[in-house]
C-alpha cells in the first residue's frame, strides 16, 4: 500500500488552505504546496527567512540568487509581498500571526507532539533550524509526513521515540494514506481508496477512531 | 562630520580581538559577508565565537575559518549544509568545537534582546523539549515558557546591498535576514556592500537599518 504520492499528498493539503490564510512553509513537502491552492483563493505564503507573499519558482534564468526559501530554494514574490528581517519574521510564528504553519513531520503522537528536528544518529552535529518556532503560537498546526517509514513502521505513535519539536502542536494530520484530525486522540476523516479502517489501524501505532462522515480521500481528477 | 566609509576591506576588519565574539549576518550563502570573513581570516583573531544561523559549507570563508582553528564556539540554528561541511563536523565530534544549537527564533530574540539591554525573556519556542534542558522553564498563562538570556556581539559582520556615510543601510530581498538585528547588537558593526550613495540618497522611509547602529562601510562592488 503506497497510496498517495508526495504531490497528491500536497495538493490534498492545498484543497483544504481557507481564503485569506497566512500559511508558513516549512522546508520539504510543504513548499510542493503553492501551485495546488485552488483558484479563486488568495492565500499569503510565508518563509521564514522574511518572505511573505511567496510565488512559484522561478522560470529558468530567471532566479535571484538571493531571492530563497527555508530550503534554500530559489523562489519568486508575488505583487503584495513583503520582506522582513529575522526578527520580525519570527513573530509571526510564536505570536499567533500565521494562521497555519504546513510541517514536514518524521513522528506525530496521539495527543499531537510533533518530532521533526532529529532522528536517531545520522553523526551528523545536531540542526534545528525553525523548526521549534513554528511549531508553536498556531492554532492550527498541519503535519506532512508518509504513514509509515520505508520499512513500513509507524509514524504516528502513542509517543513520539524522537526528540520532541513541542509537546500538543499537531492539530491535523495529511499523509499518504489518510487524514487524521487531532481532536481527543486521532480522529480519521479520510481514508485512501482501497483501504479499509482495520488495515490502516495496524499501520498506526496509536489507537484511531474513525470519524461518523469519513470519506475516501480526495485526489486531483 | 561623520563618516564610516573604510577606504578597504583591511581597513574594515581591523582591531578584531582574540576571543570576539562575532556576529555574522546570513541565511545560507544569502546575506553572508564572505568577503568580510576572508579578512577575518588574513586578520589571525583567533579564540573566537561566533553567532550565525548556519556553519558555512562546501570550501566557504567559515569553513577555512573552522579549518584555520580560528573558532573555539559556534552559536547556530542549523549547522547543516547541502553543499557539506566535513570540517565542521570533525571538529565537532573531536570535542574540539563548542556547539550552542539555539532555535532560529530564539537565536533572533536573544541578539535583539542583546542590542536593546534586555536581560532576558520567556518564550514558548523549545519549551518541554531537549533544547530546554538546563535552563529554567516556568508556566504563564497556563502554558510552559523557557528563560533565555540575550546575545550580545563584540563584533557583527554584515552583509548589506547600499549604504551612506553615515552608515544608513538597505538590504536585497532575502538577505535581509540577520542583518539589522545583528548590526543593532554588534559592538563594533562592520557593514560590507556593494554600493556607497551619497548621504541624502536614501529615503528615509526606506531605510531598514539606522546609521546609528553601524561603525563602518566598504564598498565592494558586489
Redesign the interface.
Known sequence: MTGLSREQITWRVAQDLPDGAYVNLGIGLPTLVPPFVPSGREIVFQSENGLLGVGPAPAPGAEDPQLINAGKQPVTLLPGASISSHSDSFLMMPGGHIDIPLLGAYQVSERGDLANWMTEGDGKPPGVGGAMDLAVGAKQVWALMEHTTRKGEPRILERCTYELTAPRCVTRIYTNLAMIEVRDGLLVREIVEGLDFAALQTLTGAAIRLAPDCRPMRTAA | MIDKRVADIEAAISGIADGSTVLISG?????TPFELLGALLEQGARELEIVL?NAGGGDDAIVKLLAAGRIRKVVC????S?LGNPV??RL??EGKLE?E?????????R??AGSAGIAGFY?????????AEGKEQREFDGRLHVLERPIVGDVALVKALKADRWGNLV???????????MAACGRLTIVQVKEIVELGALDPEQV?TPGIFVDRVVELGL
Not at chain 2, 77 to 80: G, L, Q
Request: aromatic letters at 12%; hydrophobic letters at 40%; proline letters at 8%.
Open positions: 541565511f545560507g550563502d544569502v546575506g544561523n540554528s542549523f549547522p547543516r547541502s565542521f563536523d565537532y565530534a556547539l544549537l539555539v532555535p532560529q527564533g530564539t537565536l533572533a530574540e541578539i535583539r518564550t514558548p519556542t523549545s519549551a518541554g523539549t531537549r533544547l538590504y536585497h530581498r532575502a538577505a535581509r535576514n540577520f542583518g539589522p538585528v531598514v
